[in-house]
């Protein structure tokens, strides 16, 4: 069990530094979302295509915009996380319980 979770370390490592040496290649490559990308999109197809829909509110600065994301994605996870351990807690609960019965 040991050796499993020290390949899946490994592999997490070395995908990160991976993904780290491709995304530093690109020359004044800035990160931007799939909202920025499709906005210049359809303002390239039509010029004249005015949003019919605005935030109700905006983050005072893009680190704030990128707390919440984080945020937003640490509570998914665990949450997910949670539910995951639980169904796993609960399934060996019932097989422990098969077990013990059959006895």
Known sequence: MKLRNGGL?????????VSLV????REGAEFAGADGQAM?????LHPDY??????????????IES???ALQAALGSGLLGYYL?????????NKQDRADAGD
């Open 9 to 17: 370390i490994v592999a997490a490592i070395i995908l990160v530094v």
């Open 22 to 25: 491709i995304g530093g290649r």
């Open 40 to 44: 210049k999109a359809v303002t390239a």
């Open 50 to 63: 005015q949003p019919w829909f605005s935030p109700l509110w905006q983050p005072p600065s893009r680190e």
């Open 67 to 69: 707390l919440l994301f």
């Open 85 to 93: 351990g639980l169904r796993r807690g609960q399934s060996r609960r």
